[in-house]
């Protein structure tokens, strides 16, 4: 059976022709997450149907975990995937096209401001390279939950503000999340390294990329003293070199282009290495700047 976002999906790929790549719930992804919800959901009623009638009704902690998130979580993923049903993103050389129950919205990758992502773990971004050594594309790996695929996304801002958000709901989700980092990479990377080569400050929220190294929190960390970026539970981690802690924490959802940042941090600090033991110029000003 058709429907109105088959229409709008024959219509865009007649007059734009075949994407590079089309995305969208597939009806064997719809039933296996459908009855992973439904099956929750069974599983709570029956549990609190036997513990409330028949068990000793008193709740421990764990216990209310159990009887009150299992048929919770199958709930919410259930409306999840009712929200995304007739969803189909094409991606093509010049832009995103969303098409939703009968809405169409483009997003020119010119036209792209920023991107956000909402990642559980990433040991570290991809980052390819020209011949000559120069960042061409960079994504952080995106992984798909299981059940809470609402803890996962993708956002997509344009300049004037109009958004988009993608979740696992859709088929090869982690394929999206890459393509759209690679596409969007190329103009958000020339503009933020012109930033700092030019000796400006780039933000990315209150975590900034100064000539010196990383601010935040009014503290300086050195190009020389990053060890990494990584990502655990949700939380963008800097490590510095020789410490345990570390060194800043922040939600990696709320940073703004964060494949910029981790290209931006790995080339930085290339650009920083002193191989003589020397510090760096700029180190030894900011240092003097910031009473270090």
């Not at 059976?1 to 024959?10: C, E, Q």
């Not at 069974?42 to 008193?58: I, K, T």
């Not at 012109?194 to 900034?208: I, K, N, S």
């Not at 990584?230 to 070199?241: D, E, M, N, W």
Request: charged share 20%; with cysteine.
């Amino acid at each position: 059976m058709s429907g109105p976002g088959d229409d709008h999906l024959t219509r865009a790929q007649t007059e734009l022709g075949e994407p590079d790549a089309l995305f969208h719930i597939s009806p064997g992804w719809l039933r296996a997450k459908l009855g992973v919800g439904l099956g929750l959901v069974l599983v709570g009623a029956v549990a609190n149907y036997w513990w409330w009638v028949h068990g000793p009704q008193n709740l421990g902690h764990v216990v209310a975990h159990l009887l009150l998130w299992t048929p919770a979580v199958g709930i919410a993923l259930l409306v999840h995937m009712y929200r995304q049903r007739g969803l189909f993103v094409l991606v093509y050389p010049t832009g995103l096209l969303r098409l939703r129950r009968g809405e169409v919205d483009s997003y020119p990758w010119a036209e792209v401001a920023e991107i956000r992502l909402k990642v559980q773990r990433a040991e570290a971004a991809e980052i390819l390279h020209d011949a000559a050594g120069n960042p061409t594309a960079c994504w952080l790996p995106a992984e798909v939950p299981v059940v809470q695929i609402w803890n996962a996304w993708l956002a997509v801002d344009r300049a004037d503000g109009t958004s988009a958000n993608f979740s696992p709901a859709l088929a090869d989700y982690a394929r999206l999340a890459e393509e759209v980092q690679r596409r969007t990479f190329p103009a958000a990377w020339a503009a933020a390294w012109g930033r700092f080569r030019a000796g400006e400050t780039v933000p990315f929220t209150d975590l900034e990329a100064t000539p010196a190294g990383l601010r935040h929190a009014g503290k300086l960390l050195h190009w020389r003293e990053v060890k990494e970026l990584t990502v655990a539970q949700g939380r963008l981690t800097v490590k510095q070199a020789g410490r345990w802690l570390p060194w800043a924490i922040k939600d990696v959802s709320v940073i703004p282009n964060p494949h910029v940042l981790f290209a931006l941090v790995e080339e930085a600090r290339k650009l920083h290495a002193a191989p003589t033991g020397q510090p760096h110029p700029d180190e030894a000003d900011h240092g003097a700047e910031d009473g270090e």
